[in-house]
């Protein structure tokens, strides 16, 4: 049994995800964007790697069916529907619709694990959801590795922190396990921040520049532990919910 | 000011280390045997990324003056004088003489950054050697980079600890220095392990595979603090002691 964590410096090689469980966490903002979203009804994420893909990708949808999101330098791309604060995705304007997103750091870490044999979505606000997951897969007989996307491929405090909270709770009394050394410093990191999330968002580096950008809200809205208790499962390019007819 | 930490599962981007005093951390076992050599009268210690490279480099040299030296999974390498253990690198063995190292992780850390102002190698065993050249750079407004080598380009414990160690006399009353988030979980591995290296070794999987492997005796001259108190530089490809002539 093992549990191991990538910091997103580098995208895990092959063997590191074959045949594993693998979550991906990017907690500011598009890990938390997608729990959201979903949570609040949306059919499906679509994450795609430039604004201009996404818009000829848009094409093959009725308008009326789809939003096109994401950020650039934190900031909305210019003539999209929305940007990438949870706080936009609320249920009025995202349900039913597909969910065509451009993001930074997400997108690159989402393709580096295709050959894993699940690829789940985490963040503080669907934590203990995705956590029962992993245990399911941990008791089945299935490793985990968890993926930290980081900023522009650097490595981010709050991504590691959650990955550390995974660890830490998949770690209790499963003395068998085994985990790199990223998985353990990701574990002290969360020993360290515990559930103060303000405090790891204000020390870490991207919650800085967020909150120096005027997205102090999108913090409030990223540390809400387990609003949107969904598992974000992405599949044939595309994440969606996991429902009762996929339930383990 | 600043003090940012990469660690080795991505090697640093050009504007990571350009015009910075960047510190190479390979703790088990390349810098501690850099440091030992040197320390013990080598005159020059060439890191070279294959063993082929370094046979075909030592026809340049009268076999006497060059010692071909390093490691292939831990292992000595057939044929070689001698492998990767610091204990190997005595002052009988190794004074005068030019040292043709060819290791997995290190190389490509210092190939790596080649665009810095200037490249130490550092270790516990001559960390106050290299933290005093880091204060006279801070002071003099040279920003500095420590890149952590890893194992195999996987985040290693041992040596973010390490890089932590740094981190936290360098940010200690300096109110204004900036730092990454690298930098920041650095210096809370320190924290945790202090200068309890036995501990740490234990809990790196690095260490504990070298202890596998029988090098527990290497592990204990990896711990060894302060114990070659020298500055290993590395220009034009080779890495050599900073002699008075070049103090600042």
């Known amino acids: 049994m093992r549990i191991d964590v990538h910091f997103g410096t580098q995208l ?19 890990s938390t964007v997608i729990a959201t979203a979903l949570d609040h009804g949306a059919r499906a994420v679509v994450p795609l790697e430039s604004p201009d893909e996404a818009v000829t990708r848009a094409r093959s949808f009725s308008r009326e069916d789809v939003l096109l999101t994401g950020e650039r330098r934190m900031l909305a791309i210019s003539g999209f529907d929305l940007g990438n604060s949870p706080r936009e995705f609320s249920r009025e304007v ?32 669907n934590f203990t959801a995705v956590l029962t997951m992993l245990r399911a897969a941990l008791r089945g007989g299935t490793d985990v590795a968890i993926v930290c996307a980081g900023s522009e491929r ?10 550390g909270r ?21 574990a002290l990191l969360h020993g360290r921040y515990g559930d103060n999330l303000a405090k790891l968002f204000a020390t870490a580096s991207h919650g800085k520049a967020l909150a120096a950008a005027g997205f102090s809200d ?31």
Do not use: W
Request: proline share 4%; net charge negative.
């Open 12 to 30: 895990p090689a092959a063997g590191d995800v074959a045949g594993r469980l693998v979550v991906v966490i990017d907690v500011l903002r598009a």
């Open 94 to 125: 995202v349900e039913g619709k597909s969910i065509l997103m451009t993001t930074t750091n997400g997108t690159a870490a989402l393709l580096a694990v295709s050959g894993a044999r699940d690829v789940v979505v985490a963040s503080y606000v």
């Open 154 to 163: 650097r490595f981010s405090l709050e991504d590691a922190a959650c990955a």
């Open 166 to 186: 995974f660890v830490h709770h998949l770690l209790k009394g499963r003395s068998e396990a085994e985990s790199n050394d990223a998985a353990l410093a990701a």
């Open 218 to 248: 999108d913090l409030l809205a990223c540390a809400a532990i387990d609003a949107h208790p969904v598992i974000p499962v992405y599949q044939d390019r595309q994440i969606t919910k996991l429902g009762p007819e996929r339930e383990r």
